[in-house]
């Protein structure tokens, strides 16, 4: 959530901010008042009215397209709704700080004392029966004790959580279907084109800015993004991810990415931000959205097939066990190298085996680790796949069945620690 607290605490800082403005404004006023009043008695006066020679208007009428476009960004932000996050506040302090506090001083406001903690945006895609259905991103809604949401109109619901997911971030919460009045509906993204029409709508800085709209074209899909999911600042997953010139800022996490006729191409999840950078936000695209928000309804997680094996980089195994030992190149850091395998798991029955290098799942071939999830992720539980392998110094192929797991990202640790390497003899890193 440190997207989310950032923008609370920028939307904190522009309050300040226009409160100060609008401050400062009132006293220079009230001054220049008190300083006419006291040196120029003649302006004390009420001025004579003059009638302005200047005119307005009435505004031509919009041309058709535009017209369109305004009606349907009208109709479309009925569905985008701001989501507040709300945390326990003593969430991160010592953990002897909390137990004194709630369990000594006051002990009945454990559960009352919730402040909102991040602000994002979701979209409502489904009404059914007495439930609304929200998609946003996982990172909007992560570790919270609450969920809070704000409709187009102001009004503010609770929200429950049907289902998160980390590797995609998505998400999907509900809210009684009576306060819903819209919901959008999804466009297959595979036919989504560079240069079409891109509209984001969301809360940018929070719900003060709610259903903030702004159009952009579509500048790029099957954008490559590397993303950190356990915090150590390393790279374990790469989003396949469409990418608009469309602003997109804190708070439009979760928001609704539209075309020109007001369907979902996308749900806003990142932007590019660095110096000298504009104009390079994120979204993930529709069908995949749709088929992750469909595992969510169903499990409320996401099941995907894994191999039962732990494994790290090449490059992390020491040179001269992969010249001498697996008789590769120094420079040769392609594949997936195998640590450890689950005796109970997929990849022991297939026979695969410590120290085994996983070089291409049915012919594709595995460039980094992150390519590895990639292309397993493309199959479902129970699909067979054949894997190259390389094994010492002999290559071989091996069909394995793909068995069910439930993984949290957050807790896969693909290479080993440093420390780790050095204290275990036998081991070649």
């Not at 919009?62 to 017209?67: G, S, V």
């Amino acid at each position: 959530m440190k997207e989310e607290l950032n923008q609370n605490d920028g939307t904190k800082r522009w309050r300040k901010i226009f409160v100060g403005l609008s401050g400062m404004t009132l006293s220079l006023l009230l001054a220049g008042s008190l300083s006419f009043n006291n040196d120029f008695s003649a302006f004390s006066q009420e001025p004579s009215k003059v009638e302005s020679s200047i005119k307005t208007a009435e505004p031509n009428q919009l041309p058709d397209t535009e017209q369109k476009m305004v009606d349907m960004v009208n109709q479309a932000s009925e569905a985008v709704v701001s989501i507040a996050n709300k945390q326990k506040s003593y969430h991160g302090l010592d953990p002897f700080s909390e137990y004194q506090y709630n369990q000594y001083f006051m002990p009945d406001e454990e559960d009352k004392d919730l402040q909102v903690i991040g602000e994002g945006s979701g979209v409502v895609y489904r009404i059914d029966g007495d439930k609304a259905y929200i998609v946003t991103n996982h990172h909007v809604v992560e570790d919270a004790d609450a969920l809070e949401v704000r409709l187009k109109s102001g009004e503010t619901v609770e929200a429950e959580l049907v289902g998160s997911d980390t590797l995609s971030d998505l998400a999907v919460i509900t809210i009684d279907a009576s306060v819903a009045s819209k919901a959008l509906e999804f466009v297959d993204s595979d036919n989504v084109q560079v240069g079409q029409v891109a509209i984001a709508i969301g809360s940018p800085l929070g719900s003060e800015f709610a259903t903030s709209v702004t159009k952009g074209i579509v500048s790029g899909l099957d954008r490559s993004v590397p993303v950190d999911l356990n915090g150590d600042r390393v790279p374990d997953w790469d989003m396949s991810l469409l990418q608009t010139d469309a602003a997109i800022n804190p708070g439009n996490s979760g928001g609704a990415l539209l075309n020109s006729s007001g369907q979902l191409i996308g749900i806003n999840s990142s932007k590019l931000s660095a110096t000298g950078v504009e104009g390079m936000g994120f979204a993930i695209p529709s069908s995949d959205v749709v088929d992750i928000i469909g595992q969510l309804e169903k499990n409320g997680e996401v099941v995907r097939p894994v191999l039962g094996i732990s494994y790290t980089s090449l490059s992390l195994v020491h040179p001269d066990y992969r010249t001498q030992v697996m008789g590769l190149s120094e420079d040769d850091v392609k594949g997936a190298f195998i640590r450890e395998v689950d005796p109970d798991g997929s990849a022991a029955k297939a026979g695969l085996k410590e120290y085994d290098l996983i070089k291409a799942i049915d012919g594709k071939e595995i460039e980094t680790i992150n390519d590895l999830k990639k292309f397993l992720y493309e199959y479902k539980v129970g699909d067979k796949v054949k894997l190259s392998i390389r094994r010492a110094k002999e290559d071989i192929e091996v069909e394995i069945t793909l068995e069910a797991a439930v993984e949290n990202p957050s807790q896969i640790q693909p290479f080993p620690a440093e420390e780790e390497s050095k204290e275990n003899d036998g081991i070649p890193y």
